[in-house]
DNA sequence: CTTGACCTTCCCATAACTGGAACCCCTATG
DNA sequence: CATAGGGGTTCCAGTTATGGGAAGGTCAAG
């Protein structure tokens, strides 16, 4: 199938696709034309990249993982063990995305929201 | 002051301040030598900046809320906007990462994490 | 005089795309 | 048959907010 329908099929933008194909995360064959022919392998790869792009992991990390997806003899600790990590990267976002928005929400809490120019959010942002 | 000093004084690397000046957000004076002169000003204004990108503001929302701290006249509300959207942004994302942690929680506890090739994690991955 | 700590500008690189220009290919229609 | 449209292609540049490093000027101390 051409670009157009896999992009359809997968829900990547086309740019997407010719992008992991620039890097070397899928390598569809190509027509006289020129244009791209995916099969339906890579079709399904680029399915678990929007998948696990999805979920926040890194191209560097998809690369592995779409390694390990292909490797029959993988030991599923390795995948796990990649995956854990991203899980400990996405829990210390939300920690500090956290802190952020309970200072945040105090400021904005304690700000009149008027027209006069007294604003604590200001003073806040000044320093401790 | 020299720019190693508002550099200390302020926790923002010298590129950063640099940076700042070249997009506009601080005009430091220049002394014979070219060397960057900081003034009191200067230096509480990068404080400011440095605190309000600590709280996850971008530059262009830090560029509108230290105009804002600049206008004696301005009103508390115009602030107070700024800083709700960035909270309903901040809130979205933490829900976003949330979700994410949950599958991927999901995931990583079905997996034997052991030797044999069998991984639920990358069976997650390749779609619902 | 030299050393070392500063400072300067300039250019390149990051992550993961996105937009746009300029151009080729194929088909359907007036 | 010309053309309009809707594909496709490559390449170049821009995005965010810096960070790294080169090549070189300046200054105070020993």
Not at 46 to 61: N, V
Not at 71 to 76: K, M
Not at 105 to 127: H, M, N, T
Request: aromatic residues 6%; glycine residues 8%; negative net charge.
């Amino acid at each position: 199938m051409n670009i157009g329908e896999v992009a359809e099929r997968t829900g990547l933008p086309a740019k997407t696709i010719r992008y992991y194909e620039d890097i070397g995360l899928v390598t569809p064959a190509r027509e006289a034309n020129s244009y791209r022919v995916f099969s339906e392998i890579d079709a399904h790869k680029l399915q678990f990249l929007g998948r696990a792009r999805a979920l926040g992991f890194s191209i560097e990390d998809c690369r592995n993982l779409l390694a390990l997806w292909e490797d029959q003899d993988r030991a599923s600790a390795d995948v796990r063990a990649i995956a854990q990590e991203h899980l400990d990267e996405i829990e210390a976002k939300i920690k500090g995305l956290t802190e952020m928005r309970n200072t945040l929400a105090d400021l904005v809490q304690s700000c009149a929201g008027d027209k006069r120019p007294d604003c604590p959010i200001l003073k806040g942002l000044e320093g401790p």
